[in-house]
């Protein structure tokens, strides 16, 4: 049973560009949380999602950032014009939902913005 | 919102001997804690958790405790061995509709040999 994944694991970026983070979750697993780390911190929640539906945002920046979970396919967290401030790892995890509260997490995105 | 503070940031032991790492939170409504080891350039690993109904959880040579009355809980690890050198987290969850958790910031745990 594969693990949660991520893709790509290095993205480098210029000020201004796009930056699409994606999350694959384990099979069987209808939730996702995105978290960002910052150098020498904790994680922070960003976003909640379930099959085509955001549960929670409340970690979300209000601008340039946001995700999504379609029907098909991994979830996409999406960063538009990155600003140096954006440079993080960001990590996504996975979990079965149905009251389960065990989060499974993938091995990250490192974004760094020049 | 949860707020979660993790002592001490860090930590360092001789091999075979214990570690402890303590966490307290904020919101008396967090009734799930797990623990998190993390390795340099890695994801975080689920290690060990607990519920709020559950008072102690063992699993080898790690355990978890869970003061509710003080909200406060730790993280032990016994007969530590090289491995267990990474950075553990601390997190709290309130469960309910929402099982986003927040994390302390951390304590890097080296192990001497």
């Known amino acids: 049973n594969a693990g949660v994944m991520q893709n790509p694991r290095h993205l480098v970026r210029r000020r201004g560009q796009e930056a699409r983070l994606r999350c694959s979750p384990m099979k069987g697993h209808s939730h996702v949380y995105w978290y960002r780390q910052l150098p020498e911190e904790g994680l922070k929640f960003m976003v909640y999602l379930q099959k085509e539906n955001i549960i929670d945002e409340s970690g979300m920046p209000k601008e340039r950032f946001s995700a999504e979970f379609p029907k098909e396919g991994p979830s996409i967290l999406r960063i538009q014009q990155v600003v140096r401030g954006d440079s993080a790892a960001y990590f996504c995890?996975?979990?079965?939902?149905?009251?389960?509260?065990?989060?499974?997490f993938g091995p990250g995105t490192r974004l760094t913005v020049t | 919102g949860e707020n979660v503070e993790q002592h001490p940031s860090t930590l360092s032991v001789q091999e075979g001997d214990s570690a402890v790492i303590k966490c307290t939170y904020s919101?008396?409504?967090?009734?799930?804690f797990p623990w998190y080891k993390q390795e340099l350039g890695k994801g975080p690993q689920l290690i060990i958790d607990?519920?709020?109904?559950?008072g102690e959880k063992k699993d080898q040579r790690i355990a978890v405790t869970l003061n509710k009355t003080a909200k406060h809980f730790s993280l032990h690890i016994t007969e530590t061995q090289p491995e267990d050198s990474a950075v553990y987290f601390c997190a709290a969850s309130t469960g309910s509709n929402d099982y986003k958790l927040s994390f302390g910031a951390g304590t890097t745990v080296t192990v001497r040999a």
């Open positions: 607990i519920r709020s109904n559950v």
């Open positions: 919101d008396s409504a967090s009734n799930y």
């Open positions: 995890a996975s979990s079965p939902g149905r009251g389960s509260y065990e989060q499974y």
